[in-house]
């Protein structure tokens, strides 16, 4: 199975160090054969030759491919590391990378191929080649929902009127933290049935963000009291939550740091499957 593709320099992140999500992906499907007889899966990624390149100027981009476990056949990875990835390749610039991977055994029937590329300042031209000693099947994830609004936030500290003393302000650290409510906070209104939702939040590297959403009717939030639908837990520089389905109602989104006090910028971007949702921020 052979794919051709252009990687956009603007397409996903410049260094991929914290996310992947936007990166090419591919799934392979391994057949029961291929599980039962422990085949041997081939991925050769081929870098397009540059015509600067081809003149004697030094290649450009370096590609790595990784694999990763998955649980179905449209599933997109988004973080470069954790359990997930059960072969992780290094970076080159060499035209041709091959990598091989053995099957173990039932857990690797979906394996997601996922391209990195260090430093990406070029659109880059590539061929992805899988060959397997038995049959298999070569997809892509399914795509990502539409992002329906853009927030931007910050988390920092409140001056008061005497200039030695700071209050916490927005930057009211996690869930277990006393000043937690005083994080970022905005409402979601679902007025759709069977909506499903996703966010997705990026920061300095060196901030570690999560990401709550509850069931409520208050307007801020200010203990984890309420039902709980999404808590993605901290991440470095990025953190997504999985996809969930809701009913109608009232949510109240809130984007925090892993300490209280901790300062800076983010993005946050809804995800949902309609366009019936309304978001406003809680003041």
Known sequence: KISHALWKVDDGPTDDLFYVSENPQYIVTLSKDAIEKKATLWVLLSRHVTKQEQKGSEAEGYLAADVHR???SVQRVYYPDGESCILRGGYTNNQHNLIRYDINGPEDRLLSIVLRQYNKSVDLG???SCYCTEEFHLGKPAKEMVVQRTLLGKWELRCESNKYKLKIGSAGGPPNSGSFGSNPQWKIN????????????????NLAINIVLVKTTQKRIHQLYEQVIIDTGSRYGFSVSDVVSVP??????VASTSKAGEVGSFVLQVLSSSEQIEVSEII
């Open 190 to 205: 679902v007025l759709k049935e069977n909506t499903k939702l996703q966010f997705k939040c990026k920061a300095g590297k």
């Open 126 to 128: 590539f061929t992805l």
């Open 248 to 253: 109608p109602g009232i949510y109240s989104l």
């Open 70 to 72: 998955i649980q179905n």
